[in-house]
């Protein structure tokens, strides 16, 4: 898949902008602030249905304004396609597809993006929800029907956690529950579905992983993913607690059918309600699991050193990368790297440009020309304050020009 024009209304720090990208290399150079990051971030949205910087969709929305509208042009091999979305910042999103109104979570359908990012030390040292939410916009690339189970889920959970405090609120136990039954329901119908998907892709994910952290790091130091799952008795979300090897839950093969699940989350559900009532808070689901890292068997988060760290983070998105590229009719993903070569050292420089630049579309943000690798530096465009200068269309308007006064 190629990216070859983005538009921008009202997105961020652009009231206006237009950008040209090219099929291999595409270099986006300037100043830190200058607007580079938020072009990447309108590319990610398309594919992700959300930001790797900011949890909600108004910050996107640029100051004093209702709307923001990312519109992209996309190549698909022969075929082209031009997907639009409305970001709003009360209501929902709206989008179009090839000028005909569709849903918000119908894109991920034609934009695949994976990015690299500063950000993405997060995902192996922050809290549980970095790596939730890794793994849950991978998820919505891969299966985008996915986007409206996470959705559903969300809203069904937002409904029990409000029951529940209105339950403790007065005093309601017992038969007065009998609400609560009909959203357990629902929230063990949709949280198994999650729960089994995202044990899926962390069994996919796992030899990807360990191939590109050899790439990366020159080392093999048996990279390993694993779910802690609260309905199997983990809670990483818990007072901040680091999962141990009892946390880990039990490996994809033991634990991978839905129906499994759903009695591990109805049976934790019924254990858990009296602490639920006195908390007025959901304690088990997907929305409080934690995908678990290991190098040398030993936790990345805590144990890895910060290279090893990087290192991981890269593996990961790479990994992402590799398996959208085996399963998509699309083709390549973009790829974005954004930034990410200032957090580099040159030897993790060069064997990450190495890894990315066979693809079909890379996009790479960079404040210092210098700190991209040669084998990245094509097509420059330059950002200063949120104007745009493509220098191979200046080059190419020169020609032009130079042409016809030759005539």
Do not use: C
Not at 201 to 206: R, V
Not at 318 to 331: F, Q, T
Not at 337 to 342: G, I, N, S, T, Y
């Amino acid at each position: 898949m190629i990216v070859e024009h983005l538009s921008l209304v009202d997105f961020r720090n652009y009231a206006t902008a237009e950008l040209a990208l090219h099929s291999g290399p595409n270099v986006l150079v300037g100043r830190n602030g200058q607007g580079k990051t938020n072009l990447a971030e309108a590319v990610v949205f398309l594919a992700t249905l959300g930001s790797h910087r900011v949890s909600s969709d108004a910050p996107m929305v640029r100051d004093g304004q209702e709307f923001a509208i990312i519109r992209a042009r996309l190549s698909h091999g022969e075929r082209k396609v031009l997907v639009e979305v409305q970001l709003n910042r009360q209501g929902s999103n709206k989008a179009r597809i090839n000028g005909s109104p569709s849903k918000a979570n119908e894109l991920p359908r034609y934009a695949h993006v994976v990015l690299f990012a500063p950000e993405d030390l997060q995902i192996v040292r922050g809290d549980p929800s970095s790596r939730r939410r890794f793994a849950d916009q991978l998820l919505i690339q891969r299966t985008p029907r996915m986007a409206a189970v996470l959705a559903d889920y969300d809203r069904v959970l937002k409904q029990r956690n409000a029951l529940l405090k209105s339950a403790r609120a007065r005093g309601i136990r017992g038969e007065g529950l009998s609400t609560l039954d009909v959203w357990d329901d629902k929230l063990v119908a949709l949280g198994s579905e999650i729960i089994t998907a995202r044990q899926r892709l962390a069994a996919d994910l796992q030899q990807p992983v360990a191939d590109a952290y050899a790439a990366i790091a020159g080392e093999d130091h048996r990279p390993q993913l694993d779910w802690a799952l609260s309905v199997s008795g983990a809670d990483p979300e818990d007072d901040g607690a680091e999962p141990t090897d009892a946390d880990a839950g039990a490996p994809y093969d033991k634990v991978s059918e839905t129906r499994i699940i759903a009695d591990l989350f109805r049976a934790s559900l019924a254990a858990k309600r009296s602490n639920e009532l006195d908390r007025g808070l959901t304690l088990t689901g997907p929305h409080r699991d934690d995908l678990v890292l290991r190098v040398r068997d030993l936790p990345v988060k805590g144990y890895a050193s910060h290279g090893e760290s990087w290192s991981v983070a890269l593996a990961l998105r790479l990994a992402s990368a590799e398996l959208l590229r085996s399963e998509s009719p699309a083709g390549d993903p973009v790829l974005i790297l954004d930034d990410v070569f200032a957090e580099l050292d040159a030897d993790r420089r060069q064997r990450l440009a190495s890894l990315t630049s066979g693809y079909e579309q890379v996009v790479v943000t960079a404040a210092v020309e210098e700190d991209i690798p040669e084998v990245l530096h094509a097509h420059v465009v330059r950002i200063d304050a949120g104007t745009i200068s493509d220098e191979r269309a200046l080059r190419q308007a020169q020609d032009i020009s130079g042409g016809e006064e030759d005539d």
